[in-house]
């Protein structure tokens, strides 16, 4: 049997895979997915990303490409059609941006959020809901971030889709409402729906349980701390 | 000097991150008006062209605002197209990213780590430091910059290490640019600030030494950031 040109190297749960995946979708590209065991890692996820040993990881025709922003910005210069990113500069760079932030400014705040107790909690929630607000205003009168169809930030941002009503269930609280975010809410909408998007997401019911053990692991180990 | 509509910096002189735009910028020939941003009293404009971060660099094109200095070199590389910053080929192009990456989300923490480590810390935090310098310095191996014969993008990002890393050492009473241990990386720090666009545009020594002294007493000074 001919071997794949293109593999992804990845796990059922991760946000970060889930974003090659979409971008993979999108393009019409054949992969072949290789789940890994990050508890035991393989031979060839120290092969491929002998630096940080962590997936993604697109291996095109023998050469590896690890970082999932790095590998969404190859996968549109490699596979034209669809593009992700905008042609304008200026676009692009609004692109990327809103890519940052998503991943180094909401969620860490989002993370944070979900492993504070008590008083640090109603903190936590300020923050993240003060980046919930950002995201708001940039979506006004947009469908997407991208625009008329969905985008670079877009694919970065769409693990809220499914993490936050995981966060929600388990912390009890409603965080993403239609009166306070109707152009979030509509684009989780518009998002989910999109074709290639829909049904994407991994089985709830597995990711609620395991979001919660790690949540309760965490308090295990920071317990009789700080 | 090449035009091609007005160009704004604001910056602040000590900070790496507004110095890699500053080299792009040098190194294409872009003519730009630099505006020095005082932190501890930001601005107006600063506020109105970057209200999430509130943070320089901002480059100002045109009127239009660009923030984060990754996000504005590419911006730079796509519109300004001569003098490439990034190579041509998707794949190197991926490598040059990683790179990039790996100097902003490894190497910055492992330097600030080291730079406040206070006793039992400070042995752990070097050798994460390390590890970082050796991974770097083995994509060196053979090559005089990140970007092969020329400086790229890269180079760029992770070109605050030549000079900051010096700094730190100093400030923080610690010694990990050791040629022995990575040879490459020590000659690369060499060959990075002899390249004109770079060597010419650095902060003076002494004052920076004196800023950050200051920027260390004052973290240690207030625990729990």
């Not at chain 1, 593999?7 to 290789?34: C, M, Q």
């Not at chain 2, 902060?203 to 007493?217: E, I, L, N, Q, S």
């Amino acid at each position: 049997m001919a071997e794949a040109e293109v593999k992804l190297l990845g796990t059922w749960s991760s946000p970060f895979v889930l974003r090659i995946k979409w971008a993979l979708k999108l393009k019409g590209v054949e992969y072949d997915f290789i789940e890994e065991d990050l508890q035991n890692k393989s031979p060839l996820l120290l092969k491929y990303n002998p630096v940080h040993k962590k997936v993604p990881v697109l291996v095109h025709d023998g050469k590896s490409i690890a970082e999932s922003y790095v590998i969404l910005e190859y996968i549109d210069e490699t596979w034209k059609e669809n593009p992700i990113l905008p042609e304008d500069p200026y676009q692009r760079a609004m692109a990327r941006f809103w890519s940052k932030f998503g991943d180094e400014k909401f969620l860490p705040s989002m993370w944070k959020f979900f492993i504070s107790q008590g008083e640090k909690r109603e903190e936590a929630l300020v923050s993240a809901s003060e980046n919930l607000k950002i995201l708001e205003g940039e979506l006004k009168g947009k469908k997407f971030f991208n625009g008329e169809t969905l985008g670079f930030a877009d694919i970065s941002l769409g693990w809220i889709v499914d993490t936050v009503s995981l966060l929600e269930e388990i912390m009890e609280l409603k965080m993403i409402d239609e009166q306070r975010y109707p152009s979030l809410s509509a684009w989780m909408k518009n998002f989910s729906d999109f074709p290639g998007i829909k049904d994407s997401f991994p089985p709830q019911e597995r990711m609620l349980t395991k979001y919660r053990t790690l949540r309760e692991a965490y308090f295990a180990t920071t317990r009789g701390t700080n | 000097m090449v035009s091609g509509g007005e160009v704004k910096l604001f910056g602040m002189w000590a900070s790496p991150a507004v110095r890699r735009v500053e080299w792009a910028l040098k190194l294409k020939g872009i003519k730009y008006e630099y505006v020095e941003e005082d932190i501890s009293n930001k601005s107006g404009a600063l506020v109105q062209y970057n209200p999430i971060n509130k943070q320089v660099p901002v480059l100002l094109h045109n009127g239009k605002p660009i923030v984060e200095s990754l996000v504005i070199l590419e911006y730079i590389d796509e519109v300004w197209k001569h003098h490439p910053i990034l190579p041509k080929d998707p794949y190197e192009r991926a490598m040059a990213r990683f790179w990039a990456a790996y100097s902003e989300d490894k190497c910055r923490d492992a330097v600030r780590r080291v730079f406040f480590a206070e006793g039992g810390e400070r042995a752990k935090a070097i050798e994460c430091l390390e590890e970082t310098l050796r991974a770097l310095d083995g994509e060196l191996e053979g090559k005089e910059f990140f970007g092969g014969e020329n400086i790229g993008f890269s180079d760029l990002v992770l070109g605050w290490m030549a000079f900051w890393l010096g700094v730190s050492e100093e400030v923080a009473s610690f010694e990990v640019l050791d040629p022995k241990k990575f040879p490459w990386f020590t000659s690369w720090i060499d060959n990075f600030l002899q390249v004109p666009a770079i060597k010419e545009n650095l902060p003076p020594r002494d004052k920076t030494v004196a800023f950050f002294h200051g920027y260390r007493r004052l973290h240690l000074a207030a625990p729990n950031c």
